[in-house]
């Protein structure tokens, strides 16, 4: 059983930066791959990022490209969404998940059997 939890959402203007963060607690933390979505009001989660078990991996949704990094300490069972140039088409909630482990970088939410609560960002305009 994994156990996840993010935090580091708020309010920030649009082009400023957040850094969001994802503790997941539970064994063999390094074995999953690890995942961004977000979940605008109204609408689906949508795949933002995700980084293999090791790290040395990575993929982004085209919405987020050249602006979101995401890494992983798996020392400290941590993963991070770092955003920059934020846009006001950023808002929603933003959901880490722990993947099945699998030989591709997982980017459907179905692959994902364990979730966070979810964090605010809201960027204004």
């Known amino acids: 059983q994994v156990q996840v939890v993010e935090s580091g959402g708020g309010l920030v203007p649009a082009g400023g930066s957040l850094r969001l963060s994802c503790v997941a607690t539970g064994r063999m933390f390094s074995m999953y791959p690890m995942g961004w979505f977000r979940q605008a009001a109204g609408k689906q989660r949508e795949f933002v990022a995700v980084i293999s078990d090791r790290g040395d991996r990575l993929d982004y949704g085209d919405s987020v490209k050249g602006r979101f990094t995401i890494s992983r300490d798996n020392v400290k069972n941590t993963v991070f969404l770092q955003m920059n140039s934020l846009k006001p088409e950023d808002s929603a909630v933003y959901y880490c998940?722990?993947?099945?482990?699998?030989?591709?970088?997982?980017?459907?939410?179905?692959?994902?059997?364990?979730w966070g609560q979810g964090t605010q960002v809201t960027v204004s305009s």
């Open positions: 998940g722990a993947a099945y482990t699998s030989p591709w970088l997982p980017k459907r939410t179905r692959d994902y059997p364990y």
